[in-house]
Nanobody, 118 residues
Framework: QVQLVESGGGLVQPGGSLRLSCAASGSLRSANIMGWYRQAPGKQRDLVAVISSGGSVNYGDPVKDRFTISRDNSKKTVTLQMNSLKPEDTAVYYC????????????WGQGTQVTVSS
């Protein structure tokens, strides 16, 4: 089992910045993909950004050029730096980790609220 604990959400004004962090613990494999998804009320959960243990990254189109994902394999953490935030970025942000055969072992954090509003 893997546990994921997020931190760093909150309220920010449009144009502001926030940093989300996620710490993983438990039975982690050396090869995995960690990242962030978000879900706004009444909408599906969408990709924000993911990063492999080798450093390959993928971003959702709405956040490209504004958000940056990074990870520290030694600390088992993943961080999302969010800049130039917009009201449409408001959502619950979930940390995710996938590992195992076919990346079929899928784990989620409890979620952290990000609200962008003036």
């Amino acid at each position: 089992q893997v546990q994921l604990v997020e931190s760093g959400g909150g309220l920010v004004q449009p144009g502001g910045s926030l940093r989300l962090s996620c710490a993983a613990s438990g039975s982690l494999r050396s090869a995995n993909i960690m990242g962030w998804y978000r879900q706004a009320p009444g909408k599906q959960r969408d990709l924000v950004a993911v990063i492999s243990s080798g450093g390959s990254v993928n971003y959702g189109d709405p956040v490209k050029d504004r958000f940056t994902i990074s990870r520290d394999n030694s600390k088992k953490t993943v961080t999302l730096q969010m800049n130039s935030l917009k009201p449409e970025d408001t959502a619950v942000y979930y940390c995710n980790l996938r590992q195992g055969i076919g990346l079929g072992d899928n784990y989620w954090g409890q979620g952290t609220q990000v609200t962008v509003s003036s």
